[in-house]
Nanobody
């Protein structure tokens, strides 16, 4: 069974940093394009970043450029989302998603057939 597992979320003060991890069970992440999404309370899920199978990153959300970065550790078969200078508006459930597409698809649920359960990030003083 294909399963994605996110970790690394938590409560952090404004200005702090977090590194979220996305790992897989039942398949190898290295052969997938991975996207990070988030959903804040009362808002629709939005795409943040994607890393394709050539390890080229693409932003779905321009407003996080300079604060969010995505990376892949092939040895650990894990994809990371590094979040710096956290703001209260970054509070959301963060999801990773996988697609066998070679390149980043559109930032939509239909573009990614496999999703994790999410990890909560709360930014508050």
């Amino acid at each position: 069974q294909v399963q994605l597992v996110e970790s690394g979320g938590g409560l952090v003060q404004p200005g702090g940093s977090l590194r979220l991890s996305c790992a897989a069970k039942g398949f190898t992440l290295n052969y997938y394009t991975i996207g990070w999404f988030r959903q804040a309370p009362g808002k629709e899920r939005e795409g943040i970043l994607c890393i394709n199978r050539r390890d080229i990153a693409a932003y779905y959300l321009d407003s996080v450029k300079g604060r969010f970065t995505i990376s892949r550790d092939n040895a650990k078969d894990t994809v990371y989302l590094q979040i710096n200078s956290l703001k209260p508006e970054d509070t959301a459930v963060y999801y990773c998603a996988a697609t066998p597409n070679y390149y980043c698809p559109a930032a939509s649920r239909s573009g990614y057939p496999n999703w994790g359960q999410g990890t909560q990030v709360t930014v508050s003083a």
